[in-house]
């Protein structure tokens, strides 16, 4: 079988590469000229993603992979198209299918009968069979959206079963084919129809946003009567029909924000909503816990320890870090960001000021916004005149804190 991976970015071409390794031969089309003349002079434009550098380089050595921008060709000569471009958010806050629209066009040119397309974007309810399936009209089509985490990818694809809705009874039996190939997931769960595949992406999604929302809210009733929450869920976990999870100062990335704006308007979805406004809520609740506590933040300067939306990844995507940086500037206090994995540019192209050395910087506040493995050490006591660190992911050791003179605040705790 031959595969074309449409999308090679931080799951595109992780997928490739795992293709690659079970002896497929593998396309990966990309429309980023430079990402697809990096890999073929042997780069690796994904960082972070344990195993994908030995095992693309293996299957270049294989002769099992090429990249390349040319996707008519790429799918003209497979049996298996895989489409991974992102479907994000408009600025209204609906989904932007330009990039999904462009890869199927582009795929329709090449497309050959008998093979199988496979959208494994997470998508709006419908999208595989009434956006691309009427785009590519009878062509073999399945909808099973990719499950996956980055910085894991390899590890997931092992651990979770594939979830797979085929259009028709012929796109099962090749996707059922393809995946048991590839792959080495503990099973293939055939839903009836792209529709309930597409479906169970958004459940899952939107289950853990409300479900953080739920922690939130309850964080927030803890800190009015002076409890700690995490010992609370803890608690409250130790029974088996319990699985609250931990409150934060918001919910990042480009899936847990994102999914939930799948559902259209006009559906009643009022939890699903209330769990979005929370979690967006999240980042002000925290800084004006920080402002209670110094009694104001004006002409102030606070330490944002973490610019990814979680620990150890270079992904800034919806990151809480931009909504803590505009709770604090509204509250007169001027913020700067620091994040081992962007650069000073990187940080200054998302409107945000970046830190200095941490050896040497000056500052009243710290926000933990996400803690990375390289904070680990992070002495707080070298931040002389720093009054107190909002602990945005309850991950800190309180006494650590309060050792080095500070006031140690949580977010429920
Ligand atoms: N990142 C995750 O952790 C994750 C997890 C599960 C599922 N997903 C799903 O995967 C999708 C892609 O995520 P990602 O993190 O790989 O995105 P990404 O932004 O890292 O990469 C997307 C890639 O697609 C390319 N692209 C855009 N339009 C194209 C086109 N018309 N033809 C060919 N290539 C095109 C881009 O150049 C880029 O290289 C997400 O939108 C989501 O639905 C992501």
Known sequence: MKVAVVGLGKVGLPLAAQYASRGLGVSGCDTDAGRVDDLNAGGCPVEGEAELEG?????????????????????????????????????????????LDDAV???????????????ETTVPVGTTRHRVGAALEGALIAASPER??????????????????????PSWD?????????????????????ETAEFAKLAEGIYRDVNIALAGE?????????????????????????????PGVGVGGHCLPVYPHFIPEGVNATLTRAGREINDGMAGYGVAKLEGTLGSLKDTTVLILGLAYRPDVKEASHSSALLLAQALSERGAKPLVHDPYFS???????????????????????????WHNAYADLDFAAFRGCRAVLDGRNSLDRASVEAAGMIYLGVGR
Do not use: W
């Open 218 to 246: 309850l964080a927030k009733y803890a800190d009015s009567l002076g409890i700690d929450v995490t010992e609370a869920i803890e608690a409250a976990n130790s029974q088996p029909y319990s699985h609250i999870h931990q």
């Open 105 to 119: 066009a582009d795929v329709k040119r090449g497309l050959r009968s008998g093979s199988l397309v496979v959208v």
């Open 174 to 194: 090749m996707a059922e084919a393809f995946y048991t190939a590839s792959l080495e997931a503990p099973c293939l769960l055939r839903m009836r129809d792209p």
């Open 55 to 99: 095992r693309l380089r293996a299957a270049q050595k294989a002769g099992l992979f090429t990249a390349t921008t040319d996707t008519p060709a790429a799918v003209a000569e497979s049996d298996v198209v895989i489409i991974i471009v992102p479907v994000a958010l408009d600025n209204a806050n609906d989904p932007d299918f330009t990039h």
């Open 148 to 169: 996956v985490s980055s910085g894991r990818i390899f590890r997931d694809l092992k651990t979770y079963p594939k979830v797979i809705g085929p259009i028709n009874e």
């Open 344 to 370: 000073n540019e990187e940080v200054m192209s998302l409107g945000l000021e970046p830190s200095g050395d941490l050896a040497s910087e000056r500052v009243d506040a710290i926000v933990v916004q996400a």
